[in-house]
């Protein structure tokens, strides 16, 4: 028992990590139906913007907040330089420019800071709290507050603001948006800026337990990716739930298999989800007619 209770804690501190990655993903394609596969890089820039800047000297919540904000210049920035000037381009170009941006931002992280490994110290400390024989990190607690807090973030954001219908209604029909007075592209800067700034915070939340470093932002954009569509691609409620299931299901795996076949088992069973359920879980069903 203390065996599964461990595994299910650790599944749900990276299924938390996956939801936040997600959540990005989420934001974008609402306002836009792009899939921004530079998500992983912004939650990437987090940690590594914070660990050179509190190694600067500055207080760490000064230096995770500095993060945070620069990230969200370089989401506004990928949507005034790259996204902006494609508008109207087919959605598979638009998300050919995300993945070469994510490629740009990478080698850019390379030369501007180094190829190390860093992290930096945790939040509440390093010692772990028992649960039933099994533990977790404090910090977990942090990752797992941080997701749930940005979801409900973002449901009230679509469901109880005018800002938050305008980006639905962007994304549902650019040109009846902007006939009845919405401002597309102040939605679209808003949109990549508050996916940049998420991705910075999951970044900030998980280096203690993962460190970071230059190229850790692919492989949690595959993930994200991953989630995000086994919850159902635009649905707040789909990535958080995407999320965690895909954390507890490679936590399963790697505890009572190997550690070997958890990313392969995970999108085994994502595959034969969308080949039952296009949609995903929490996805809806939609016709067209003919």
């Known amino acids: 028992m ?3 209770l461990q595994f299910l804690l650790s599944g749900i501190t990276v ?33 590594m913007i914070t660990v050179f800047s509190h190694a600067a000297g500055l207080p760490l919540p000064l230096a995770a907040l ?15 330089l790259a996204i902006e000037p494609a508008r109207g381009a087919p959605v598979v170009s638009l998300i050919i420019i995300t993945i070469g941006a994510s490629i740009f931002i990478r ?3 390379q030369l501007v800071f180094d190829k190390q490994i860093h992290r930096f110290p945790a ?16 910090q977990s607690l942090w990752v797992i507050a941080g997701a749930l807090a940005v979801f409900f973030g973002l449901w009230l954001f679509f469901t109880r603001t005018l800002t938050g219908r305008a980006v639905l209604a962007t994304a549902n029909n650019r040109i009846a948006a902007q006939l009845v007075g919405i401002n597309t592209n102040y939605v679209m800067t808003l949109s990549f800026a ?4 998420i991705g910075a915070l999951a970044g900030v939340l998980v280096t203690p337990i993962t460190m970071t470093s230059y190229d850790v932002g692919l492989a949690l ?4 990716f991953a989630a995000a569509m086994l919850g159902g691609m635009g649905n707040p409620k789909g990535a958080l739930a995407g999320g965690l299931l895909l954390g507890l299901l490679e936590a399963m795996t790697a505890g009572y298999v190997s550690s070997q076949y958890k990313d392969a088992a995970a999108f085994v069973v994502i595959l034969a989800v969308l080949f039952a359920m296009p949609q995903g879980l929490f996805g809806r069903k939609s016709t067209d007619r003919v």
């Open 66 to 80: 500095i993060a945070i904000a620069a990230t969200a210049a370089v989401g506004v920035a990928l949507n005034k």
């Open 107 to 109: 080698g850019a992280t």
């Open 123 to 138: 939040f509440s400390g390093d010692r772990p709290i028992a649960v039933g024989g099994a533990t977790i990190l404090p």
């Open 221 to 224: 954009a595959l993930k994200g």
């Open 194 to 197: 508050m996916s940049a700034a």
């Open 15 to 47: 299924g938390a990590v996956y939801a936040l990655v997600a959540l990005g993903f989420t934001i974008i394609y609402n306002a836009s139906d792009v899939v921004n596969f530079a998500q992983g890089e912004f939650v990437m820039l987090g940690g």
């Open 2 to 4: 203390p065996e599964l």
